[in-house]
C-alpha cells in the first residue's frame, strides 16, 4: 500500500510541477511523506474519503492531504461561501447560517478566505460545531496570513483543513476556482450569502449546479450591486433562503438534526449583552444603525450580532430599514420608545 500510496503522490506531484526528472520524484515523494509525518497530516486517497458525495464529482482529487480529525468529512455537509468584502448585512447573514446549521447538526464547508468565508467558519466554532476548510495550497502554510489563528482553531475544535495541493504548492491564483468543486462536492447544497456579479463564489455555485447539489442564495435589496450575483442565481433556479427550515425543506430527512441546546452560561451572556445595547439604544433615543451600535458597543460584531438577534427574537428590537434598528416597547407592538 505504501508503493502505491508513493506513486500515486508522484503523480500528483507531477502534475503540481513539484519537480522535474523521475529521480527527483522519488526523493520529492519521501519528503512529502516525511513532513506530513511529522505534522499530524493525513494524505488520503480518493476512494478512502468518508464523504461519500466527494465520490461524486466528475474531476475527483487522486489524493487529498488532510490536517484535523478525517471523520468529520463524514458528517452531513453544507457549504457556505461568499465575498471577500462582505457589507454588514453580508456578516449577518453569514454568521447566522453558519451558526444556526452547525446547531442543527450540519458540517459548515468554506474556503477559509477572508469576509464571508472566514464568518462562516468563525460561527461554526462559536457554538461548538465542526466545520472543514478547503485550501487553494498546501497545508505548509496558510493563505491568507490573517487567519492562521482561525485555521488552528478549526483543528483544534474538531474540524479539518483539507487541499488536493501536496505541501509546498503556492496559493496560486488559478488554484482557487479549481478547489471550489471541492467545497460544493463535500456538500448536500451550497449557500452564497453574499456575491457580486463577477464573485469567485459564483464559480462554487456552477460546480454545485454540475453536481446536481442544492444551490441557495440570500437576497438582498433590488439595486444592491453587491448581491447582484445572488439575484442572479435566484433568477436562473436557486432557492431563495430567509431561514434555515427553508434550507432544510429541500435536503434528504435525515440530513436534519435536532437543535443543540444553548447552556446556562450562553444564555447568561446573551441577557448581559443585551442590556448593553439596551443602554446603547436609550443613548440614541431608541433608534440606531448597525454601524452606530458597533461603534458604541463594548464587544466583537459576532456577540453584537448574537445579542440583536436575541433581542429580535424577545421582541424587543425590530429592523425598522436594512441595517437599522428600534428598541420597540415591552408589548412588543413596534412603536419605537422615542423617535428624534
Not at 447566522?96 to 458540517?107: I, K, T
Amino acid at each position: 500500500m505504501r508503493v502505491d500510496l508513493k506513486r500515486r503522490l508522484i503523480e500528483v506531484g507531477r502534475r503540481f510541477s513539484q519537480f522535474e526528472s523521475s529521480h527527483e520524484g522519488e526523493s520529492w515523494a519521501d519528503k512529502i511523506i516525511s513532513w506530513c509525518k511529522g505534522h499530524d497530516c493525513l494524505i488520503l486517497p480518493f476512494e478512502q474519503c468518508p464523504n461519500i458525495y466527494l465520490k461524486e464529482i466528475g474531476s475527483v482529487p487522486d489524493l487529498l492531504f488532510l490536517k484535523g480529525e478525517v471523520d468529520t468529512l463524514g458528517e452531513p455537509c453544507l457549504a457556505l461561501v461568499g465575498t471577500r468584502r462582505p457589507s454588514n448585512y453580508g456578516k449577518r447573514a453569514a454568521i447566522h447560517f453558519s451558526r444556526a446549521l452547525s446547531a442543527r447538526g450540519f458540517c459548515i464547508v468554506s474556503g477559509l478566505a477572508r469576509g464571508i468565508d472566514s464568518l462562516a467558519h468563525q460561527g461554526v466554532i462559536d457554538v461548538g460545531g465542526h466545520t472543514v476548510a478547503v485550501l487553494g495550497h498546501g497545508l505548509d502554510r496558510i493563505y491568507p496570513g490573517e487567519n492562521l489563528a482561525l485555521a488552528h482553531e478549526i483543528v483544534r475544535k474538531g474540524g479539518c483543513l483539507v487541499s488536493e495541493y501536496p505541501p509546498g504548492v503556492p496559493p496560486l491564483k488559478n488554484h482557487f476556482p479549481a478547489r471550489n468543486r471541492i467545497i460544493s462536492g463535500l456538500s448536500l447544497g451550497t449557500v452564497i450569502v453574499e456575491a457580486a456579479a463577477r464573485s469567485g463564489s459564483l464559480i462554487t455555485a456552477r460546480c454545485a449546479l454540475e453536481q446536481n447539489r442544492e444551490i441557495f442564495a440570500v437576497p438582498a435589496h433590488y439595486d444592491d450591486l453587491g448581491f447582484y450575483g445572488c439575484h442572479r442565481l435566484l433568477q436562473e433556479g436557486a432557492k431563495l433562503i430567509t431561514s434555515v427550515e427553508e434550507i432544510l425543506e429541500e435536503l434528504p430527512p435525515q440530513a436534519s438534526f435536532p437543535i443543540f441546546e444553548q447552556s446556562t452560561k450562553e444564555t447568561a451572556a446573551e441577557e448581559a449583552g443585551l442590556k448593553e445595547i439596551l443602554g446603547v439604544f436609550a443613548a440614541q433615543e431608541g433608534v440606531i444603525s448597525l454601524d452606530e451600535l458597533y461603534s458604541k458597543y463594548p464587544s466583537n460584531f459576532s456577540d453584537l450580532l448574537d445579542c440583536l438577534e436575541v433581542g429580535i427574537q424577545k421582541g424587543l428590537i425590530y429592523e425598522i430599514s436594512p441595517q437599522h434598528f428600534a428598541w420597540i416597547g415591552k408589548t412588543g407592538d413596534r412603536t419605537v420608545v422615542s423617535q428624534a
